[in-house]
């Protein structure tokens, strides 16, 4: 015995014999005679735990694993990619919370994307590949599902704005540029159209028909009226003078005509010949044209009825018929010339529309043929040459001088001249140029939008294709269909027109019914997309209404990593197996404290997302791919610093050294192992403020785990360490516990030079704890390790200041499943997604604000990213009930039967207070020739320059929605608007106020779409019109829902991690400030020394968490690792690392006993006792980040595998490597604790002494030899 050294509680220790090294535990010093000091807390809690362990080995992996069973029995997978990616705050959030609260479900369509590849050659529009296209479509569209023992087809789910169960549903396929389209337009649907257009049909032929004889009228006697010079000529009539007014003039001029005259003085003065000679072809002669055209547009509507009914009554004799007896007449030739020409009711031509005069010729693929009402005679017959004499080149070569015309643009089957047939097979330039042409769906544009070459045509040539310059390739085609929302379904399924007979279901059947036929959809389409077909088919829907693609893929996403969680938790407990089983000595080995203490911290892991179940948090993506990677990574870190606070027991250690041992190194390790835990706990709650569902829902889980992992491995691990310390001073052996090691009393160990009871052989820790100390306290090491830094810093500052932002959808999805093939396709050929656009509570009866609504959105579709094909200003319902309101005097049309939306149930027909007031266009809104709602003043039979726009004026709020509900109820506007008011039961009238309403229908979407830029700039662009302008509206889509996040993402990701940063450092500083306060060992120095020993604890911590989040990210960009809330999720992590590193360092570094006086000497003392349980504990979850590399998701390799990697590296870089190094330079008395009195250094000279063969102190001596106890 070296005598007794003084300790600041005033108790005293006998110290045993010199080590040969001071940077080892202070335990490993001690031999029997050693008081061990016990004081405090931890030391009365350690004395408690080793006299009793049993109950506190058990009470937390019960606890545990009751939360663990119950939560299994509550959780449910997060299946909603908005309740993980989407922002819950800010304004965007707010609003849309605000929608859902006053709208009974989502006013969003769910919609279905298909999308068709031509496998071989650049052309998806061949007959071969569109036939297949056809078939794929026809079956798909044919699918039934069945729920409740009831079955339901494509028309109980489909978006349908004319009429469900007669029309079919709507879609938008190029398929519908040729007449194959029409294979679901058939039956009753074709024979209901024809019925409800041929009123029109009638109309417009028979108003073309007056024209044409009017203009005959015209031609004959104005036009025609020419004089006779010739005559004249003839009768040897010589000059003027002869013509005096007399007998010849009457004779041979007519009086009335403006042509009339060979001599000026009494019959007028000669002219050329008239323009018109009506026994020639005078209809295709440009002069009489222009002479018909001037003299028509002369004519008042009186004149013209006057010639017309004229011209009836002498071309049919009867010449006292009344009008009426005419019009009547005329209808009656015209139904009849429509049936001749194959357009009536009964023709063979009977189309889907009679604005589309086509041939139906499968297996050709002919294009959609428009009708030319000018020369509807000069049209093809080729489907009545069909119907008549079949299908072959040969039966139709007699026919066709008969049934073609051989000028006629629209010759079909056979060219010009019958020169050839097609064989069967259409070319693909014919194809290409009907593609070139606008197409429609089965109404030929009369109610639904055209076809839009942005939203169908992928990968087309050449970009601004016309008919001009046709197209020469398109390689993918899109389809798309617009379903119903559940209470839609509901709603549809109850109609009495139901096929299948009406149904009455709950939503939750409805919802059942939409989630099937998704799923059944996608099944159907995708049928072969992995085979060698010629035309790969892959289809996606959306998660609106009920789960679809995205949800079930997120589904299968987050349950996949079960077994890489399972696996990486089996080599978990390997590993530390692998670090504590001593093979040579089954008494001190440390097999089942491994096994049981790794398992404790993956029970307290488990029990904290039974917690998070319980609470009802649903388990999602993040959860499952980072937590149980490194989570249980932190607790077997506190597990091997707890395990191996203490040394091997000798056998027959009595039970007072045991308890004793115990409770000296427990008392030790309480303190940062509490304060790590309080760190991180303050840090993942700082992370409950942000507003992405995936960092703040992963952060709780995170932070009950904090919480569980403390209690078990300060007690449960605790009580086992005590249990195996007392199993080894029996003199049990490990594992095979039934078996002792039997030691005679006269054979008891001697004790070590060291005063240790177990000799500390030379080993591998040994060698590699001297290197790893000399590395760091040399000066070499230390400008190596600060140069590495500095290196670190310079990278990750590189990567830093381009950090790509977004997480692509080609990441998320597995490639080699259907839906990953689909997101290829269509980021590469289809970047486009829907979007609407909404209004809260305002005025909408008053007309300045329906005017400032248009503008809104006439500024939004003039926005860069904003698709406008198709998409007119009335599709703004305030826009759209203006035109309604027009007077049938304005003759806009709009009060027409032939007008299928309206019907001819214009507003001032149905009430007078539903009349639109022309107001002035100070808005500057768009013309209707432009795609706007507005009209020129020369338009609407107004003088002046000026422009006048349609609204409802000075209606109070009550009589608005008496309009609102005749507009819905008599019209099929609101089916094609989607106003998305919400009504009363009857459907129609709305409830007022009208808290809310949308533009765009089911047909608005955002393009180009093509990189995150894109969509951030999407965001902005048109977010600011509602922003800046009233009244209030806002943007939303699924760009908004899953974009919005990257708009100020790098603002976001820097607060939380200062926030974060700043809980550390202030949790750090107080805590290690209350501790030198309340420790009795620490009494001697003043409250302002304590503060600035915590505050140097506090900012080393904050410093190094600082700089490997800051490393971490840049790196992380470096390697391409988009910036999104599942790559800020594992950025985060890195703060959870680096404090389980520099706690334990700046703790133990800052409490180093007072004879180490040099911050060198205090580091090699901190980092001889931390390296090898730190080094065991990043071994461990360097084991569970590899793991992830064997992740068959991209999504997971990239977004956690990668920056987990760089996070688990640079941390422990950082944390014993940097950190040890920077604390070194901070040599100064702020940081030293306890010095040493007179008598204790005369004490530890002659410990140096006789540790120095030379008689001389040095610490490169000392370093050598470090480690010797481990």
Known sequence: DLGKRRLGSGRSMTVGTASK?????????????????????????????????????????????VLFVIGLTVYSIEDEINQIWVQHGGAYFDDSKYQFKVTPGSTDSPGLFAISFARDGPNIFTAENLLDVQDRLNTTEGITVTVGGETYDFDDVCWNPVEPYVYPCYRMTPLDCFLEGDYSFDGTARIAWQEAIFGGLVDEATELFKVDTVNEYLATFQCSCEDHEDVLSGLSLPSCAVLAAGSLCPVYFCDGCQYDGVCGPTCGYCTNPAPCNITEDWENDSGCQSCIATEYADLSEDEIDTFYYNSLRSATGQTTATDAFLDSYVETLVIAQLDAAGLGTDGVLAGKSP??????TTPEFNPRQPVDYDNYECEDLDALVVYEVGFTCAALSPFCSTYFCEDCPYAGLCDVTCGFCRSG??????????????????????????????LAYGGFRPSNFSTADPLTQVKAMQHIYVLLQPEDIIDRVALSSRQRGAKTIGKSTAEKILFKFKRKFENTFNKGWDGNSIVEHTAFSDDRGASGTFARTLSSLTEASAPLSLLCFGITILVAVLFFVNICDGVHSRFVVAVLGTLMAILAFLGAMGITAMVGIT????????????????????????????????????????????????????????????????????????????????????????????????????????????????????????????????????KTPKGTHLAQQPGPW???????????????????????TAAAIGVAAYGISDIPIGLDLEDFFPVNTPAGRFVERRMEYFPLWPIAMNWGKIDYWDSDVQQRMALQFEKVVATKHVL?????????????????????????????????????????????????????????????????????????????????????????????????????????AASVYSPAIVTEDDGVTPKIPIRYSRASGSVFYSFDLEDNAAYVRLIQDTRKHCDEDSPWCWMNGIPYDYYEQYVGIRTWLLIIVVYAIGAGFVVSVGFIFTELVVSDEHQDHSV???????????????????????????????????????????????VGFAVEYSVHVAHRFLVAPAEYETSADRVAYAMDLLFRPTFMSFVSSAVGIIILRFAKFAFVQIYFFIPLAVVLVSTYFFGILTLPVLLQLVDCSCIRLDPVEDDDVDDLMMHKKADNEKGEYSPEVELSQLGSSM
Request: proline content about 4%; overall charge negative.
């Open 21 to 65: 090294s001071k940077h080892v535990h202070e335990e490993h010093h001690l031999d029997e005679g050693f008081q061990y000091q016990t004081s405090g807390f931890f030391g009365w809690l350690g004395g408690k735990i080793v006299r009793c362990p049993e109950p506190f080995l058990i009470i937390m992996p019960f606890v545990c694993v």
């Open 355 to 360: 604005y589309n005069f086509r041939v139906f």
């Open 425 to 454: 097979v259409a070319n693909e330039t014919d194809l290409l140029a009907s593609a070139t042409e606008t197409c429609y769906n089965w109404d030929e544009g009369q109610v639904l939008p055209e076809v839009s070459s942005t």
């Open 619 to 750: 388990i999602n993506v993040v959860h499952m791919w980072t937590l149980p990677f490194l989570i249980v990574g932190l607790g077997v870190d506190d597990m091997y610093i707890i395990s191996l606070a203490v040394t091997s027991v000798p056998v027959a250690t009595d039970d007072e050294g045991v308890f004793n041992r115990f409770a000296h190194a427990y008392s030790k390790i309480g303190s940062p192992v509490t304060m790590t835990s309080m760190v991180n706990a303050a840090m993942f709650s700082m992370l409950l403020i942000s507003t992405i569902p995936a960092v703040f829902k992963t952060a709780w889980t995170a932070l009950f785990a904090i919480i569980l992992l403390y209690f078990t491995m300060m007690t449960s691990l605790a009580a086992l360490v005590a249990v195996d310390m007392r199993r080894q001073a029996s003199g049990h052996y490990d594992l095979f516990c039934c078996w002792s090691q039997k030691v005679e009393p006269n054979k008891l160990p001697t």
């Open 766 to 788: 040994t060698w590699t704890i001297n290197t790893y100390l000399n590395l760091i306290v040399s000066t070499p090491g230390k400008v190596v390790v600060l140069l590495l």
């Open 868 to 972: 406008d094909e198709g998409i007119s200003t009335d599709y703004v319902w305030v826009a759209g009930m203006g035109y309604w309101g027009v007077p049938e005097s304005d003759d806009l049309g709009n009060c027409d039967t032939s007008d299928v939306i309206l019907g001819g149930n214009c507003g001032p027909k149905l009430n007078s207070k539903c009349t639109s007031t022309w107001l002035n266009n100070t808005y500057g809104l768009r013309l209707v020739k432009d795609g706007g709602v507005c009209y020129s003043a020369a338009a609407i039979g107004r003088s002046g320059d000026g422009e006048y726009c349609p609204f409802l004026h000075g209606l109070n709020e009550t009589e608005f929605g008496m309009c609102i509900t005749l507009w819905q109820n008599f019209t099929s």
């Open 1088 to 1134: 302002g020394h304590k503060l600035s020993v915590a505050f140097v604890g506090g900012t080393s911590i904050a410093f190094i968490t600082g700089l490997s989040v800051f490393t971490v990210v840049g790196i992380s960009s470096l390697l391409q690792v988009r910036l999104c809330g599942f790559s800020a999720m594992s950025y985060i992590m890195s």
